[in-house]
């Protein structure tokens, strides 16, 4: 589907995801030099800030604007029912989740109450990783 509307909204979504992905790979890196750094220590105290910063002022809106213009897109194209976007969208739901977790590991974090060791951290960095590779080639490739 082409026309003026559908391409602004394409690229807005574009601009958007590509803030998106960029805190949702940044933020996991963070917290893995945060696990060196001492409760209570500056060091810490800097990387809190920084955390909340990312999440607060570019990740958060970077989601919610990617939801509206995808959502938008969908509609205006009728397709819900496409088997690429419905896979598409299983892999965007389980990014929005991990979305969902480093909030609440920031928040730990934030209370000098992490439990998480700086290993799983590297591992959860691969996470969105692997899913924008699967959903980028889901929606420009439609291989279903
Ligand atoms: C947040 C929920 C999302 C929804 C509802 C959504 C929905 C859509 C829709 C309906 C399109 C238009 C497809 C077409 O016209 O062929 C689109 C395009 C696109 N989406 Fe998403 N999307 C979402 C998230 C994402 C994410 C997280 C990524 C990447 C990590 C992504 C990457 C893309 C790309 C690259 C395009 C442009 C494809 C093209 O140029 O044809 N989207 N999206």
């Keep these: 589907m082409t026309g003026d509307l559908y ?3 394409k690229a807005l979504h574009v601009i958007s995801i590509i803030a998106w992905m960029a805190g949702m790979l940044y933020l996991p890196r963070l917290f893995v030099y945060h696990c060196a750094a001492a409760p209570g220590s500056a060091q810490s105290e800097t990387f809190k800030v920084m955390e909340r910063r990312l999440l607060r002022a570019i990740i ?7 939801w509206i213009f995808g ?42 109450a992490n439990t998480h060791s700086a290993r799983f951290y590297r591992v959860m960095n691969e996470v969105p990783t692997l899913l924008m590779i699967g959903i980028v080639i889901l929606v420009i490739v439609k291989p279903l």
């Design 7 to 9: 391409s602004w909204l």
């Design 60 to 66: 958060n809106p970077a989601m919610t604007a990617a």
């Design 71 to 112: 959502l938008w897109m969908a509609w205006l194209g009728e397709l819900w029912t496409q088997p690429w976007f419905i896979a598409k969208f299983i892999l965007v739901l389980a990014m929005s989740a991990l979305h969902g977790f480093l909030s609440r590991w920031r928040r730990a974090f934030a209370a000098d």
